[in-house]
Structures are given as structure tokens and as C-alpha cells.
């Protein structure tokens, strides 16, 4: 990355993503005071909404759509939407459209956050451990608007399901089409959610899983036939785009702890390596992805004088009935201290972390911990 702090303020910046990392960043920007010429390019062709929802409330609520889009923002910045990004001019500093025109920037954000991993060529014959249908074409992913659509209209027939991935996604999944009324089993790498939350959390959501009559078989097990196949195997980076520019390194968008890739481009959101302890890594969260566009925003007007961004690690889900809401460091090793328990709600502390879950339907083993706490 060029060094040091004396910095150009850009009279035009260009967005590539409308996604809540890209989004933030303009909003940044103008709360910040950049009152110049800013362009948001996005390839899904509609208003920004909330992505999260779509394995979560979206997968359970037919009609209303428009309580998933995000509010509208004052950024006042021209949106391009249904148009991509489809590669980057670093010395001539311009972006390539899709269609045929190029916009020049003097400051860049790149929030094209990623896209769903689909299993390898061996799902397409389906001869693999754990791979899904037949022909990998028969297998959905959950990423979009339209992916989620796609899943709730397949499943409202109730077909026999196959999810395909035992993370936070997979298990949403699962539980949605529990909800719909479908026969639903998981193939997991190891226990679900284990690696995500750690064994405490990850026993009790998958025995809440069970108990909505969730089937779980490991992922070297034989494939079940089933009616419909939805893979969640993790996500690739939104980063082809950036190919020829040079500013891949290793293959990835690395950045410094502002988010600068170099004095003119800043990158946020789920598409970004930001420095850890354990070396550059992207955390493909919410609230990450928002923090990130804050702190990248003010690089590209400020320079070293923006505040580096510093990870609060926060996630949250709902599922089978539960809904858990985790900051700090995760997975979560060992048993908690529970801090307080009600009827319906349990609030638990480990070193470094502490979750909050509430449910719907109450679990044997949190039902035992939150009346401990109680009595
Ligand atoms: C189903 C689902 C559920 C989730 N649930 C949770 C949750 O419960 N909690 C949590 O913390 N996180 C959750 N996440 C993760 C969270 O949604 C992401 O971390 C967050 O949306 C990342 O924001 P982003 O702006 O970086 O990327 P995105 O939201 O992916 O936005 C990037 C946008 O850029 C567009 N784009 C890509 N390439 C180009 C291009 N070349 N040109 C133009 N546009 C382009 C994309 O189509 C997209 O619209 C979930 C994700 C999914 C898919």
C-alpha cells in the first residue's frame, strides 16, 4: 500500500457493491463531509435488503417483502443497479461496467462481497461424499433475493429436503423447511455449528434441531435420496472483477487495518481480508461488514488519521425454535456461567464471550440451566 498521511480528498468515488458494506460506506462518506460526485454500482437490480433475513424470517413469511428492504438512505449518490463491475483500471483509475461504460473515480470503494462455494465437480455426478442431487444444476444455494424466493416456492410443496452444510446457514435452512412442512435431513462435516460456537452451543441448537424431527447424518455418510437439494458449504469472494488490476495478493483482497488496498482504494464487508492475530481473514458478518465501511470510508478521506478498524465479533441466529445472540470471541470453548435465566430467556458467559438465547420452544438442557439460575 502507498504510505503515509497526507491525503488527496477524492472529488469522485465510486461504490461497487449495494450491499450493507457498500451502502454504509456511502453513508459514511457523507456524514464524514464528502460532498463530491458518488456513484453506487450494483448488480442485483433492486433496492438493498436484508440479507440475513432471507434464511430467517423470509423463508417463513409469504407475503411481505418490502419489511426485508433496508430503509432508504440520503446519501444522494447515483445508483446504478443492475449493472456490474466487471474489472478495475488502477493506473488509469476507472471501473468497467458490463455495459460498455467506464467510470472514472479518484476514490474507490470495493464491497462486492461474495457468493455461494458449490461443491465440486463430483456433486455433478453425485458420486462424492455428502454431494447432492443427480446433476449439480438440481441444487439450490441461498445467497439472494431470488435464491430465496426460488427456496420458499420449492418448498411450499413440501418435498423431501437435503440440505447439504451443518454452519449457521445450513442449519436456517434446515429449520425453515422444517417449518414449511418438509422431511428434512443434513449431511454436516462433523457436528453442527461446532466449529462456528463451540460444543456448548452447538449440542444445544442441534438438540433443539432434533427435537423438531431434524435428521443428521455426517457428510462421508451415503447420499438419502431426496426431492430437493440446498448446499451451504461456505462462500467465495466477489473478486474476479479485480483479476487484472494487481491488487490481489495471493489471490485475495488484502487490506491494511483501515481497509485501504492502496491510498485510492479501500475495501469492506464480506470481500475483504482485514490483519487478525492469525494473519489477513475475512469475517463474513453483519455487523463486520458494517464497521468495516465506516472505518474504510474515512480512510479514503483521512488517511492514518481515521480510527483503524478493532473486530467485536457479534453473530446471531435463529433456528428450530431458538434464537442466540453471541459477541466475542467464537467458537465459545467449555461449559458457561449462566448470568441470569428467565421463563424464556437465558443470558451465559464463557472467557471472552457471552451469548443471549431465547426461545420459543424451550430445550431440556437450557430449560435445567436457565431454572438453576432462577431458583
Ligand atoms: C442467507 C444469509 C443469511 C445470513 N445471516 C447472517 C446472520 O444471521 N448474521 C450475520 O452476522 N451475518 C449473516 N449473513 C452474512 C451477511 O449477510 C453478510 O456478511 C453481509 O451481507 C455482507 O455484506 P456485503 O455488503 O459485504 O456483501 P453483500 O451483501 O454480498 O453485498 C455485495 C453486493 O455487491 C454485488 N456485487 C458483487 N459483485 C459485483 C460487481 N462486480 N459489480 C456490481 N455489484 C456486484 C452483489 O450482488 C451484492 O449485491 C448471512 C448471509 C446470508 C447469505
Not at 263 to 277: E, H, N
Not at 293 to 299: C, F, G, W
Not at 309 to 321: I, L, M, N, V
Amino acid at each position: 500500500m502507498t504510505s503515509g498521511s497526507v491525503v488527496s480528498r477524492p472529488r469522485r468515488v465510486v461504490v461497487v457493491g449495494h450491499g450493507i458494506a457498500g451502502l454504509t460506506a456511502a453513508d459514511t462518506l457523507r456524514a464524514e463531509g464528502f460532498d463530491g460526485e458518488l456513484t453506487i454500482v450494483g448488480d442485483e437490480p433492486r433496492p438493498a435488503y436484508s440479507r440475513p433475513a432471507l434464511s430467517k424470517a423470509l423463508l417463513r413469511d409469504i407475503d411481505d417483502l418490502a419489511s426485508h428492504t433496508l430503509p432508504p438512505s440520503d446519501h444522494g449518490a447515483v445508483e446504478l443497479l443492475g449493472v456490474r463491475a466487471t474489472a478495475l483500471d488502477v493506473g488509469r483509475r476507472r471501473v468497467v461496467l458490463d455495459d460498455g461504460e467506464t467510470l472514472p473515480y479518484d476514490g474507490l470503494v470495493v464491497a462486492s462481497g461474495c457468493r455461494p462455494r458449490r461443491l465440486g465437480a463430483e456433486a455433478a455426478t453425485g458420486t462424492g461424499p455428502g454431494t447432492g442431487a443427480g446433476r449439480r444444476d438440481d441444487a439450490l444455494a441461498l445467497r439472494n433475493l431470488d435464491d430465496a424466493l426460488a427456496l420458499r416456492e420449492r418448498i411450499a410443496s413440501r418435498p423431501s429436503v437435503l440440505v447439504i452444510g451443518g454452519g449457521p446457514l445450513g442449519m436456517e435452512i434446515a429449520s425453515g423447511c422444517l417449518d414449511a412442512g418438509c422431511d428434512t435431513t443434513l449431511m454436516s462435516l462433523g457436528p453442527p455449528l461446532l466449529d462456528q460456537l463451540g460444543r456448548w452451543l452447538s449440542d444445544l441448537l442441534v438438540d433443539a434441531a432434533r427435537a423438531r424431527g431434524l435428521r443428521i447424518l455426517p457428510a462421508d455418510a451415503p447420499r438419502p435420496p431426496a426431492d430437493l437439494v440446498v448446499t451451504a458449504v461456505g462462500d467465495v469472494p466477489n473478486d474476479a472483477w479485480l483479476g487484472s488490476s494487481g491488487l490481489l495478493g495471493g489471490g485475495r483482497l488484502v487490506v491494511d487495518s483501515r481497509g485501504r488496498v492502496r491510498q485510492d482504494v479501500v475495501a469492506a464487508g464480506d470481500v475483504a481480508a482485514f490483519p487478525s492475530t492469525d494473519g489477513p481473514r475475512r469475517t463474513p458478518l453483519w455487523t463486520s461488514a458494517i464497521e468495516q465501511a465506516r472505518v474504510a470510508a474515512a480512510a479514503l478521506l483521512r488517511g492514518d488519521d481515521a480510527v483503524p478498524y478493532r473486530a467485536r465479533p457479534y453473530f446471531w441466529t435463529e433456528q428450530f425454535g431458538l434464537s442466540v445472540k453471541a459477541a466475542g470471541v467464537m467458537p465459545a470453548a467449555g461449559d458457561p456461567v449462566v448470568v441470569d435465566g428467565t421463563g424464556d430467556a437465558c443470558l451465559v458467559q464463557w472467557p471472552g464471550a457471552a451469548a443471549a438465547v431465547n426461545y420459543r420452544i424451550p430445550v431440556p438442557r437450557l430449560r435445567r440451566l436457565c431454572e438453576t439460575a432462577v431458583a
